[in-house]
């Protein structure tokens, strides 16, 4: 990816990662991002540790379970989150956690929240990037975000599909729980401090080498709903924070 994962990488590289700590990937899906992070963190001379990739989608977990564990002994989990926790001793315990893309799927983010801030340590660092809401708001307003009017709640202001863009192929939509970018800041600001906020946008020269190499979703085609607010403003956002 040519917008998130150096923001990513960046940020794991500022939390400072060390030998033997454990590094929790919430919400992990297929094991893509926890791949890439256990690189990003080994990046940074780490050759200890353990990284959990946890999520509960059983059927998504299982097809991560095939991934190279490199260095840094890397494990995936399903099912309910606490009997996870509890049964590796997460209590508490977790020095580096990161979510990619999941919190604009949560519907009620102050259970989510929960449960993050109960693996990570005193002083421990978060890392989350999530669609910036700016960008679900000018895919409203196009008429690619569907809204969903009939489900409401005082945990988001709209929930919606949000299409995700595939070259080659229509794109197909996953739920959506829109919440303004402050609202956002104040759920994060009752646990944690904020050491970072920044929308990933792509620079001029990272869409001249998308449209070279044809790399979804950066350039114009003929399923990019993105396109061309993608290359205007930004389209996710990474909030950095340590644990008060």
């Known amino acids: ?121 005193a002083n421990g660092i978060g890392i989350h990037v999530f669609v910036h809401p700016q960008f679900e708001e000018a895919l409203r307003k196009k008429g690619e975000l569907r809204v969903e009017p009939t489900l409401a709640s005082d945990q988001w202001d709209f929930a919606a599909a949000y299409p995700i863009v595939e070259k080659g192929r229509k794109p197909f939509y996953l739920p959506c729980f829109h919440r303004s970018l402050s609202r956002y800041l104040a759920a994060f600001e009752m646990k944690y401090y904020i050491e970072e906020v920044r929308g990933l946008k792509p620079s001029a020269e990272v869409l001249a080498l998308a449209e070279k190499e044809k790399r979804s979703p950066f350039y114009a085609h003929e399923h990019n709903v993105y396109w061309p607010e993608i290359s205007e403003i930004s389209s996710s956002v990474i909030v950095t924070v340590r644990k008060k």
């Open 1 to 121: 990816d040519y917008v998130v994962r150096p923001a990513m990488k960046d940020a794991v590289r500022n939390a400072d990662p060390k030998d033997g700590q454990i590094f929790l990937d919430f919400g992990c899906g297929e094991g893509r991002e926890t791949a890439f992070l256990r690189d990003a963190i080994a990046e940074n001379g780490v050759q200890t540790g353990h990284l959990y990739g946890y999520d509960k989608n059983r059927e998504a977990i299982s097809r991560a379970g095939g991934l190279k564990t490199g260095h840094i002994m890397t494990s995936f989990h399903s099912g309910d989150f606490w009997k996870f926790a509890e049964s590796n001793a997460l209590s508490r315990n977790v020095d580096i956690l990161i979510s990619s893309f999941v919190l604009q799927e949560t519907p009620y983010l102050d259970e989510t929240f929960k449960m993050m801030n109960y693996a990570l340590r």
